[in-house]
């Protein structure tokens, strides 16, 4: 049985966690904080008290943190995973990162000889807790190939989309996707509310037709609740739109639209709204508008 480690136990993390300790892994944690740490100690996990102590046990090692610096430090810092290291130790990152800082990381791991896969999941937080999740990974065959049993107690769908970096690249066009949905989502509540129609009615008549997505499936109930609450915060959409636009700066590819769609969460960020979840967005459309969609 694989050893496992899982460093990063914050909304996702925590979940996806649980459900690789759930599916039969020993599995070793680390955390900033230590109450998640204890959280899954109590239900048969063990700690560690730094990512190099956990590199030392394990035989794959997952990250789920917030940007890249964070993912490098845990990684290639003091104390990180690559002052643990071992021959045939798997790194596996599930954070959302620049493609050009996971392939600085694999090269650096490889030295090491350390795989590194980047392997960015979506789905959210009902994902991550139901181990739906998608996870698109970038990598070595081989090692994707030994971790899919553990990927498998993760996600519903794992698709390796070529060599390192190209996990992340995927992840940014998914989020691309998602900006834009969020963003057409909010102006047609808006739109249908400011236009004198019920906008319950009007996702009713159109998500069955060439509007249907997850996005119009999931969010508006959640909205019309009043529960803007996360799902997926806000200022994690905006600095993922920022490894978007840095991306495409990169290679020169023209994303006008995406551009414009950025503005909107950081829009949201400037009104106060970066705790709330992506969908919230709506609010910025509402303030434009001068009416509500409740």
């Known amino acids: 049985m694989l050893r496992v480690g899982y460093i990063g136990l914050g909304l996702m993390g925590k979940s996806i966690a649980r459900n690789i300790l759930k599916a039969g892994f020993p599995l070793t944690v680390h955390n900033r ?3 998640a740490v204890d959280e899954l100690v109590a239900e048969g996990a063990k700690s560690a008290s730094s990512p190099k102590e956990l590199a030392e046990q394990v035989d794959i090692i997952f990250t789920n943190l917030p940007d890249s610096p964070d993912v490098e430090k845990v990684a290639l810092g003091e104390n990180g995973i690559i002052h643990g290291a071992h021959d045939g130790l798997i790194f596996i990152d599930n954070s959302t990162i620049k ?4 392939r600085m990381i694999a090269e650096k791991l490889k030295e090491k000889n350390v795989f590194a896969l980047d392997a960015p ?6 994902g991550a807790k139901n181990g739906t999740l998608t996870i698109m990974v970038g990598g070595e065959a081989s090692a994707v190939e030994k971790s899919m049993p553990v990927f498998q107690a993760m996600g519903k769908t794992v698709t390796h989309v070529g060599e390192s970096g190209a996990g992340q690249v995927a992840k940014a066009a998914n989020q691309i996707m998602v900006a834009a949905q969020m963003v057409a989502m909010a102006e047609l509540l808006v739109f249908s509310k400011k236009a004198g ?3 319950r009615k009007v996702v009713d ?3 069955g037709g060439a509007a249907q997505c997850w996005t119009l499936d999931v969010k508006p109930p959640r ?4 529960n803007r609450n996360p799902g997926f915060k806000a200022y994690m959409q905006l600095k993922d739109m920022n490894i978007v636009l840095d991306t495409a700066k990169e290679y020169d590819i023209p994303i006008s639209a995406t551009e414009k769609n950025t ?3 950081q829009m949201m960020i400037e009104q106060g709204m970066r705790e709330l979840d ?3 967005v709506v609010g910025v459309v509402e303030k434009l508008a001068g009416i509500e969609i409740l």
């Not at 493609?99 to 996971?102: K, L, N, V």
């Not at 999941?121 to 009902?126: P, Q």
């Open 33 to 35: 904080s230590q109450a």
């Open 278 to 280: 992506n969908s919230a």
């Open 99 to 102: 493609p050009a800082s996971a």
């Open 223 to 226: 909205l019309f609740d009043g």
């Open 197 to 199: 129609v019920d906008p």
């Open 263 to 265: 503005e909107f969460f």
């Open 205 to 207: 008549a159109i998500k």
């Open 121 to 126: 999941v979506s789905g959210g937080d009902i």
